[in-house]
């Protein structure tokens, strides 16, 4: 087991910048995720962990060595891909036992290691086939089994869940989780998939750009974005942004005559700022209190998704998406009254980006 530190990381390829400076700080036994958009430097910080990478600037530290220049294979750390890389003329037994067997395990030692590793992932069945005879979750389950057979000091996982359907996805989140729960050996997870992250983590790292933009529990990333871009990343449909007034008489939504509750106005507010409010905030009918943001926006698009509604409105020209109940029977062209709380805005420098509140 093992702590992972990366110091001012930084990465490019060419002219391109793929990693920017990036400081994390990884506890032993921890589960991370490293979450953002496509191309946005996520596995390229997993492949420098492995060594797979070297980074132009700065050091990356696994325990108590420094492992910069390290060769993957010294680094103790194992990889899980996300096409899986099993060897196609191998059985699932050898497959499993490829690492190890180079380490020197040989005889019982072996075989032992691998059918305990294939019991505890429900594969013990199945090593004597070779991965063209095995569905997409078996052979997800091979290359688990192959990293976690060796024991390493760290498993890093490169969306090893993308090629899974809906269903499998779910069963295998869960596994993983029992898994980690049971070896308790550091875990790095990179995925684009925002509810794997949620589910997953211990603690989400959002990268965009090649940037670390936020660390924290998925929860508090959820309940404070610390910018507009992982305000609207976290969160399904996305937080709605939308652009303020801001005059003597108070502040409004532009090109509306939608106030925003004195109260949770932050102080000296900037001239160019937004205010951003999720979707399953807001509640579809007449507000009960003054001191809420209420409005009628006109509808524009339904989506019925059985136990919710996702209403898409129009407000002042701006797009207002509502999250609603199963049994919302708004309609395209009708006026949707609704309302939320104050403590659900969030405020946003409109040029930066920063949280204001």
Known sequence: MASIELDNVTKRFGT??????????????????LLGPSGCGKSTVLRLIAGLEEPDTGQIVIGSRNVTGVPPKERDVAMVFQNYAL????SVFDNIAFGIRRRGVRGAELKAAVTQTAASLGIELLLGRRPAQL???????????????????????????SNLDAKLRVQTRRELTRLHDELQTTTVFVTHDQVEAMTLGERVAIIASGRLLQLGRPQDVYDRPENQFVAQFIGSPPMNILPLAVGPEGVTIKETDVRIPPAAVPRALPADSVVGVRPEAIVVGSPTRPEVLAFAATVEAVEHLGAQTNVECSLGGHVLTVVAGGDCRAAPRETLTAWCEPQALHFFDG??????L
Do not use: C, K, N, W
Not at 16 to 33: H, K, Y
Not at 351 to 356: N, Q, V
């Open 351 to 356: 040029t930066t980006g920063e949280r204001l």
């Open 87 to 90: 060897y196609p003329h191998m």
């Open 135 to 161: 569905s997409g979750g078996q052979r997800q389950r091979v290359a688990l089994a192959r990293a976690i057979v060796r024991r390493p000091v760290a498993f890093l996982m490169d969306e090893p869940l």
């Open 16 to 33: 391109a910048m793929a990693v920017d400076s990036v400081s994390l700080d990884i506890p032993d036994r921890q589960f991370i995720v």
